[in-house]
């Protein structure tokens, strides 16, 4: 009797262990972005490419939609014919990226969008629909400002961690009450480190998805600046 408590009370640590060990383990799948999970999608959507006479397995966007968010992955159309099921960190699957899709036209390559910027996107501008005006502070182009966090409640300003570098990026308001990510401490980086040339007016948001699993998510169009060549926002 007493050995039959004793298996019975392993048994049941065993399967407490089990239950606790597996959310921290599928949550670790949703957070972390992996090389092999966006090779494993670009295969399919190949596929699907090719098995439909050029076609793209996307959700359907606006024409206005911003570059980076135009071209979802639409995960019903490749599963499970041509992958078994979407990556764990996948939005469709409780992830915290976005499968998406960019350079269509030539080479459709899958990249990943980070949602996180998306939260807290949406909280910034339910704080100034809850203030009733644009909490605008410095000017740093035409059309775009930096914000006053304080106006609309924050003690703190809030920020991003960039996907490219890992370094804290800032968000910033248009005037048409958008709010975008500034990534030109990013470019910056990036361009430093890049043997390619610009032309003034030339969009080089590129430079930051080339060689990254990243697009650079939620940003307004970047150009260089024709005497310091640094990252400028492009003007509309």
């Given at each position: 009797?007493?050995?039959?408590?004793?298996?019975?009370?392993?048994?049941?640590?065993?399967?407490?262990?089990?239950?606790?060990?597996?959310?921290?383990?599928?949550?670790?799948?949703?957070?972390?972005?992996?090389?092999?999970?966006?090779?494993?999608?670009?295969?399919?959507?190949?596929?699907?490419?090719?098995?439909?006479?050029?076609?793209?397995?996307?959700?359907?966007?606006?024409?206005?939609?911003?570059?980076?968010?135009?071209?979802?992955?639409?995960?019903?159309?490749?599963?499970?014919?041509?992958?078994?099921e979407a990556p764990g960190n996948a939005y469709e699957n409780g992830g915290l990226f976005q499968y998406v899709l960019v350079d269509v036209e030539t080479n459709p390559?899958?990249?990943?969008?980070?949602?996180?910027?998306?939260?807290?996107?949406?909280?910034?501008?339910?704080?100034?629909?809850?203030?009733?005006?644009?909490?605008?502070?410095?000017?740093?182009?035409?059309?775009?400002?930096?914000?006053?966090?304080?106006?609309?409640?924050?003690?703190?300003?809030?920020?991003?961690?960039?996907?490219?570098?890992?370094?804290?990026?800032?968000?910033?308001l248009s005037t048409d009450g958008e709010i975008y990510v500034d990534y030109r401490s990013d470019l910056y980086r990036a361009l430093q480190n890049s043997d390619r040339?610009?032309?003034?007016?030339?969009?080089?948001?590129?430079?930051?998805?080339?060689?990254?699993?990243?697009?650079?998510?939620?940003?307004?169009?970047?150009?260089?600046?024709?005497?310091?060549?640094?990252?400028?926002?492009?003007?509309?």
């Amino acid at each position: 009797m007493n050995k039959v408590r004793f298996y019975l009370s392993v048994i049941l640590v065993l399967v407490t262990l089990t239950g606790c060990m597996y959310p921290e383990e599928k949550l670790v799948q949703n957070q972390v972005p992996y090389k092999d999970q966006l090779d494993s999608v670009q295969s399919a959507v190949n596929q699907y490419k090719e098995a439909n006479g050029g076609l793209l397995p996307i959700k359907t966007k606006d024409a206005e939609t911003p570059i980076y968010q135009k071209y979802p992955i639409d995960f019903k159309k490749i599963v499970p014919r041509y992958l078994s099921e979407a990556p764990g960190n996948a939005y469709e699957n409780g992830g915290l990226f976005q499968y998406v899709l960019v350079d269509v036209e030539t080479n459709p390559t899958v990249k990943l969008l980070d949602l996180r910027m998306a939260e807290t996107i949406r909280e910034i501008k339910m704080r100034i629909n809850a203030t009733g005006y644009p909490p605008y502070k410095e000017k740093i182009a035409d059309h775009v400002y930096t914000i006053d966090f304080k106006k609309i409640g924050y003690k703190e300003e809030p920020v991003v961690t960039s996907p490219f570098t890992n370094q804290n990026l800032h968000f910033i308001l248009s005037t048409d009450g958008e709010i975008y990510v500034d990534y030109r401490s990013d470019l910056y980086r990036a361009l430093q480190n890049s043997d390619r040339e610009f032309k003034e007016g030339e969009d080089i948001r590129g430079l930051l998805v080339d060689g990254s699993m990243f697009v650079p998510a939620y940003s307004l169009p970047y150009t260089i600046d024709k005497s310091t060549k640094e990252p400028v926002f492009l003007a509309k």
